[in-house]
């Protein structure tokens, strides 16, 4: 499968914990956008990069931190974890900033205990 | 600063009548609207961009820059259209961030 892939997809763990989530694009993608949704809330944009730069940011928590790699995965860092982190996670991949057309995986759901 | 607004949560039609999903947005310059659907254990997908201007699956939505507005319509609704969706803005001036909004459930009753 040469869509975007997550991992983990599940993730529990406990409060003031630090996890690394992380994404694969498409092959030949060369953007990948984070998104967070959370109960009841739609998809809150975190963060863009392109071909390793950081691009966009959004309401991203200094808690957490991203980066996109030569390979062009990327990870998303997520410290000091709190309760009202549990949410799904996604990350989307897109060819370039220009096409528009984002291509989701299916999301890395944390629980934080 | 970028915002997409759906206002309903839910939205319940039965087969055969009309549908209209909501989507009122804010941005200062000129944006770019898409609609995205995610069908019951599929990832979200894109459905159709201002852009086009196409018809997919019988959906249309036409970009109202005097509303602020960009609507998805269809005109008898399927149960197989039955799903989450969002719709999405996405800004320019190089920043490129792509908004979504909170979306709303559509629900075709047989």
């Known amino acids: 499968d040469s869509g975007v892939t997550q991992t983990p997809k599940h993730l529990i763990t406990a409060t003031g914990q630090r996890v690394t989530l992380r994404c694969s694009p498409r092959?030949?993608?060369?953007?990948v956008y984070w998104y967070q949704q959370s109960l009841d809330q739609g998809l809150q944009f975190l963060i863009q990069?392109?071909?390793?730069?950081?691009?966009a940011k959004g309401n991203i928590l200094e808690r957490f931190s991203a980066q996109q790699f030569p390979d062009l995965h990327s990870e998303l860092n997520l410290s000091s974890l709190e309760l009202g982190d549990s949410a799904l996670y996604f990350c989307?991949?897109?060819?370039?900033?220009?096409?528009?057309?984002?291509?989701f995986g299916e999301g890395s759901r944390l629980t934080v205990l | 600063a970028q915002r997409v607004t759906q206002p309903e949560k839910l939205l319940s039609v039965f087969k055969g009548a009309p549908v209209e999903l909501k989507c009122n947005y804010s941005?200062?310059?000129?944006?770019?609207l898409f609609w995205y659907v995610q069908y019951s254990r599929q990832r979200l997908q894109l459905l159709l961009r201002?852009?086009s201007r196409e018809s997919i699956k019988g959906f249309t939505a036409d970009l109202n820059k005097g509303e602020t507005s960009f609507h998805l319509k269809k005109p008898f609704a399927q149960e197989e259209d039955s799903a989450m969706y969002y719709c999405?803005?996405?800004?320019?001036?190089?920043?490129?961030?792509?908004?979504f909004g909170t979306g709303t459930r559509l629900k075709v009753l047989a």
């Open positions: 092959s030949g993608d060369l953007s």
């Open positions: 989307a991949s897109s060819v370039d900033v220009v096409t528009g057309e984002l291509f």
């Open positions: 201002h852009i």
């Open positions: 999405a803005l996405r800004g320019g001036s190089g920043t490129y961030k792509y908004i």
């Open positions: 941005y200062s310059g000129s944006p770019e």
């Open positions: 990069y392109y071909n390793g730069e950081e691009r």
